[in-house]
């Protein structure tokens, strides 16, 4: 990680969750740090992410879909953190070319910024493994058929794609991590389109009943945010991860009711739903399937260090300390 030590580095969506824990951290490893984000309604985008660090990094509010901005913006960057998008699956099918918009549009305009003003400019770029969609098989490697069940999982797939053929044709150094269910402080938790993790954390905390869909029995891996960042940073500074993608996962599956029932048990409150899926959710589950994430290991190093039950402590603790940023206070809760 000394290599980021004086480097120039941009991260877009840095007022999201896991494009402020990069940014976050990279001020601490002494890179000298710039941040955009365009602070989409309805986003993850929070002001409060950057709490601590907003003087010690640059933060521009830019839209990547703007050409000239991202031109100067991209000029002298040695490596480029790529997470901003819109990641709801429901809102990409009621609005697809909103959805097509901000997850491809958008990242094209950062390639061609790049191949026009910085073409050896490193860039890691964060996409999904719902480009899977219904596994075949599990755990899910990166040979598995890409079948994404939603638009979104499609711009998706098409933006990681658009990196990894910037390399073959243009040499940008690209790499896609198809990350799972991310989780941790600072995560969406205002309301359930984004992450069902989050809204399970929010109605733990204000001691409502968790509403599962179907019978709980789901699984799903989880990565806590510090192991998803340092995914990232590896995989900026790591040769033979460029021009391909991997997988990011977690330590070990969990289903959705083993979930549920411990956020229950550390927050101390709340209670456990089972109820059937609704027409427009059903249509886009894809079931069980977690992460097989052996190449990503191999080729960096990098392991998860965090459990479900450390990360999902540390990240009640933190809404607890800071929830007016992320939500109101229910009525009658402490």
Request: aromatic letters at 8%; hydrophobic letters at 40%.
């Amino acid at each position: 990680m000394e290599r980021y030590r004086g480097a120039h580095v941009l991260v877009t969506g840095a007022l999201g969750f896991i494009g402020s824990q990069i940014a976050r951290r990279l001020v601490q490893l002494g890179a000298e740090v710039t941040g955009i984000d365009s602070s989409q309604p309805g986003s993850g985008a929070n002001p409060f992410n950057l709490e601590g660090i907003r003087d010690q990094m640059r933060f521009v509010p830019a839209d990547q879909r703007d050409a000239e901005a991202l031109r100067e913006l991209v000029a002298d960057q040695h490596v480029i953190f790529n997470l901003a998008g819109q990641v709801s699956h429901l809102d990409s099918m009621r609005d697809p070319l909103t959805d097509l918009e901000l997850n491809c549009r958008a990242h094209l305009t950062l390639l061609e910024a790049c191949r026009a003003v910085n073409p050896r400019a490193r860039i890691v770029f964060a996409s999904t493994r719902q480009v899977y969609g219904r596994p075949d098989y599990v755990p899910v490697d990166e040979r598995h058929p890409l079948r994404p069940t939603d638009v979104n999982g499609i711009h998706k797939l098409a933006a990681e794609q658009y990196h990894l053929l910037y390399y073959r044709v243009y040499g940008i150094r690209t790499t896609a991590l198809r990350l799972t269910n991310t989780y941790g402080p600072g995560m969406l938790v205002r309301t359930d389109r984004q992450t069902f993790l989050g809204w399970f954390i929010r109605q733990a905390l204000d001691g409502e009943t968790i509403r599962i869909f179907g019978d709980g029995t789901q699984l799903r891996d989880f990565t806590f945010v510090d192991d998803a960042v340092d995914a990232f940073l590896l995989a900026g500074v790591t040769d033979a991860v460029v021009g391909d993608v991997f997988n990011v996962g977690g330590i070990g599956p969990a289903s959705l009711y083993n979930v549920a029932r411990l956020l229950v048990e550390l927050a101390g409150r709340g209670g456990i739903e089972l109820v059937p899926f609704p027409p427009e959710k059903k249509a886009i589950d894809v079931g069980s399937v977690y992460n097989d994430d052996t190449r990503l290991r191999r080729a960096t190093g990098w392991t998860p260090k965090v459990d479900l039950r450390e990360g999902l402590t540390r990240t009640l603790e933190f809404y607890r300390a800071h929830r007016d940023h992320y939500w109101p206070a229910a009525a009658g809760t402490a």
